[in-house]
């Protein structure tokens, strides 16, 4: 292992980055490793086959896709849906239209420790996952072939190039994923690549004790989709983490849905955890014991999963901003890459920290999925964001009165007391002062 990890350069698939930041046109340096990324959408199979020129196309949606699935090696299940380089491209596979986009936001370019989220998918699978390098505990400098860099910045990458191949290698379409055992083998992967990682920077011991300090720490949350049988609905998500950044799922009726825990010392609901900044109690790292965490879901497609490090939500007034925040974009937007773009605007206007999200929506194309979701938007907005808005105006309108008043009080009892000022020191000034 090189003692940096390769920054993700030379991506397959629809998780691919374009050389972006902050804005899809925006443009960076061929080596820069916060990008964003380029937008996947679904269109039908015909029009995909068309604009990728010779690729040919996937199975058309038939009864007999069942029957193909089954004969598919794992390669060929993860084979990446084609596109153009350069733009947005939209195609249709087995289990449905797909919308598939990512984006990493540094708040210091080139020095982003949230590494590119993994945004895969293939013939009835999915594969959503982001990570966070902490760069309080994380904060130790190493020099690399590449320049210093933090061990937060190290870890992420270093955590993402070990998981990728390993999730891309167990998920098959072919038989249910043993979530434990899959929780248990990236542990095991991340934990040795992280400590050979550390062996081969040679980095001094530190004098510096502290069960804050970490070496090469980074968060992981992760979804991973298998569609339950070839021609229907349901799919089984498995979510695999360790910390504090989380997987989400968005369905059209009932909105958003928090699927993993925060790993924090002061556990509390997302509201409390938005007032309350609490020591992350679980996360990946070099030096300390730590566990990927696993459940299972049930979703019924069509649905959104979103992968998020809290720089993406983090930073907002309350949950239901971030659900507002991303169906806001959804409902503004064009297309998939538009979404993107949206998203990215609306959190670098608030965050304080580097973001760094995947998304995967399953079963309906951008315009589908912005008629899906049209009744919740407006509901959200109706039910909670207005008065919670409100409420948050009639605060500020208050602080600036109280603002106000504070200036008030200080010019009035400037002057107030230097009309009494005279009389009262009467006694302590000398004689001929008195007589004056």
């Known amino acids: ?63 007999d896709q069942a029957e193909l699935a089954g004969s598919r090696s794992v390669e060929e299940a993860w084979e990446p849906e084609y596109e153009l380089e350069g733009s947005a491209m939209e195609r249709r ?68 190039d070990v998981v990728e191949p390993r999730m891309l290698r167990l998920l098959d379409p072919e038989w249910n994923l043993d979530g434990p055992s899959a929780a248990r083998e990236l ?35 992760l ?14 998500g498995h979510l695999l983490w360790s910390g504090d950044s989380r997987v989400y799922a968005f369905d059209p009726a009932t909105g958003a849905h928090q699927l993993t825990t925060d790993d924090i010392r002061d556990a509390g609901d997302a509201m409390v955890n938005l007032r309350q900044d609490s020591v992350v109690s679980n996360v990946m790292s070099a030096d300390t014991d730590f566990v990927v965490r696993h459940r299972e879901v049930e979703l019924d497609a069509p649905f959104v999963a979103i992968a998020a ?45 580097d973001a760094a999200m995947g998304l995967l929506a399953v079963g309906a194309d951008h315009a589908e999925l912005q008629v899906l979701f049209a009744a919740r938007t407006t509901e959200l907005e109706r039910r909670w964001i207005r008065p919670l808005d409100q409420l948050g105006a009639e605060v500020q309108r208050a602080e600036q009165a109280l603002e106000e008043a504070r200036r008030r009080q200080v010019t009035g009892q400037a002057q107030l007391w230097g009309a009494y000022k005279a009389e009262y020191e009467r006694y302590l000034r000398a004689p001929d002062e008195r007589e004056a």
């Open 187 to 221: 542990q095991v992967g991340v934990r040795q690549a992280l400590v050979e990682t550390l062996g081969e920077l040679n980095a001094p011991a530190s004098g510096l004790r502290s069960r804050l300090i970490r070496a090469l720490p980074t968060t992981m949350a």
């Open 309 to 353: 490090t809290d720089g993406c939500f983090g930073y907002l007034r309350s949950p239901m901003h971030f659900e507002h925040l991303v169906l806001a974009a959804l409902r503004d937007s064009h297309d998939a890459e538009e979404w993107s773009a949206v998203m990215q605007s609306a959190i670098g206007a608030v965050t304080g920290d």
């Open 93 to 160: 596979s087995p289990a449905g239209p797909r919308v598939a986009l990512g984006f990493n936001l540094a708040k210091i370019p080139g020095q982003g420790e949230d590494s590119d989220p993994i945004v895969r998918h293939g013939r009835h699978l999915g594969l959503v996952a982001v990570f966070d390098g902490m760069g309080g505990a994380g904060g130790t400098v190493y020099e690399t072939p590449k320049g210093q860099r933090t061990g937060a910045y190290l870890a992420s990458r270093v955590a993402r």
């Open 1 to 63: 292992m090189d003692s940096a990890p390769a920054e993700n350069e030379g991506l397959q698939g629809p998780s691919a980055s374009t050389e972006q930041q902050h804005h899809p046109q925006a443009e960076v340096p061929a080596d820069h490793p916060e990008v964003a990324y380029r937008t996947t959408a679904a269109v039908p199979e015909a029009a995909a086959s068309s604009a990728a020129g010779n690729v040919p196309a996937a199975t058309d949606q038939g009864g």
């Open 223 to 236: 979804i991973a989709l298998q569609r339950r049988d070839s021609d229907g609905d349901p799919w089984t």
